[in-house]
């Protein structure tokens, strides 16, 4: 089956990061650092990888560290230039002009609403989605896996990811169907399902491709869990329409949305480095 590439992906990120203050006041919560790179660079850098060319960020008010960053620092550029410096370490914040796209969503009144605010950009194709709160840890990267079973399937795909059953309240919920190794039919989905009532322990960690016609079920959506438009009430809704997978994730997730999973995810991914890993092995082993 030969099917349309993936060649933009959308990044909500003007949630306002409140289960994270103080630091999150001035500063978005898509730049808090993982080891040395923000939270942001990690879901861009997974995009990338996945052959994803065209970055849409929809933004909020106070967001501008994230434009920043994705742009030319002349002053810093020049300075570790004119002093013999290594540019290695931001050469993957850098983009063709034109290649990144920001719109602003004016409240947040939920996922499926922000996605949406990208419905011009996004066009008549299919389209990725990565919320940057998720990392995702393997390689290849988890979108790049999803892409690849997209060219096998088509339709849509999210990701899915085993959690405890006491968790499965807090996301997107998938009603598994046939399973073929890493891909299981979804026969349905549900937005945090009150405790006792979720369908299965597989959740959706943040990572999708879907087809543009979800932008035509988002523009009547109701709202749904938290008041919020929804976008998992959407995609439920394209169930029957058109093919619909999960993606069973087999690397490493970490929820940097809360705090123990953002601490987890900077002592897994320093344990990893060759510069800083044997000292910090050292000071949890004295632990
Ligand atoms: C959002 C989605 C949910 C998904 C989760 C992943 O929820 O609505 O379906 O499982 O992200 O982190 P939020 O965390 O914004 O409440």
Same mark, same amino acid.
């Given at each position: ?16 990061? !409140? ?9 978005? @919560? ?37 434009? =920043? ?12 230039? =004119?002093?013999?410096?290594?540019? &290695? $370490?931001?050469?993957? +914040?850098? #983009?063709?002009? %034109? ?8 409240? /947040?009144? *939920?996922?499926?609403? /922000? ?8 066009? &008549?194709?299919? #389209? ?20 690849? $079973?997209?060219?096998?399937? *088509?339709?849509?795909?999210?990701? *899915? ?58 523009? %009547? ?10 976008? +998992?009430?959407?995609? /439920?809704?394209?169930?029957? !329409?058109?093919? #619909? ?5 087999? %690397?490493?997730? #970490?929820?940097?949305?809360? @705090?123990? *999973? ?9 344990? =990893?480095?060759? =510069?800083? %890993?044997?000292?910090?092995? /050292? ?5």
């Amino acid at each position: 089956m030969t099917q349309k590439p993936i060649r933009k992906a959308v990044f909500p990120v003007g949630g306002l990061g !409140t289960r994270f203050l103080p630091a999150t006041k001035a500063m978005p @919560k898509e730049m808090l650092p993982v080891v040395d790179k923000p939270l942001i660079q990690y879901a861009v850098d997974e995009a990338r990888e996945a052959g994803i060319e065209q970055m849409i960020f929809v933004t909020g008010r106070g967001k501008s560290a994230i434009e =920043d960053h994705f742009d030319i620092s002349y002053e810093l550029e020049t300075t570790m230039s =004119d002093r013999g410096k290594s540019l &290695d $370490a931001i050469e993957s +914040t850098r #983009f063709a002009p %034109g290649d990144v796209v920001y719109v602003r969503q004016q409240e /947040a009144i *939920g996922l499926g609403h /922000a996605i949406w605010c990208a419905r011009h950009i996004v066009g &008549d194709e299919p #389209f990725a989605i990565f919320l940057p709160d998720e990392l995702m840890v393997d390689s290849p990267g988890c979108m790049k896996q999803m892409v690849e $079973a997209y060219a096998r399937v *088509g339709g849509n795909i999210v990701c *899915g990811y085993e959690v405890p059953a006491d968790q499965t309240d807090k996301y997107g919920i998938i009603t598994p169907g046939k399973v073929d190794g890493p891909l299981v039919e979804v026969t349905g989905l549900v937005e945090k399902p009150p405790r006792g009532t979720a369908p299965s322990n597989l959740m959706i960690p943040g990572r999708y491709i879907l087809q543009p016609e979800v932008m035509r079920v988002l523009e %009547g959506q109701a709202r749904g869990a938290g008041n919020e438009i929804q976008l +998992t009430d959407a995609m /439920a809704q394209m169930i029957g !329409t058109q093919p #619909f997978h999960a993606y069973k994730f087999g %690397g490493r997730r #970490f929820d940097c949305g809360d @705090k123990a *999973g953002f601490i987890t995810a900077n002592i897994a991914l320093a344990l =990893d480095r060759e =510069d800083i %890993g044997a000292t910090v092995r /050292a000071f949890i082993a004295e632990l």
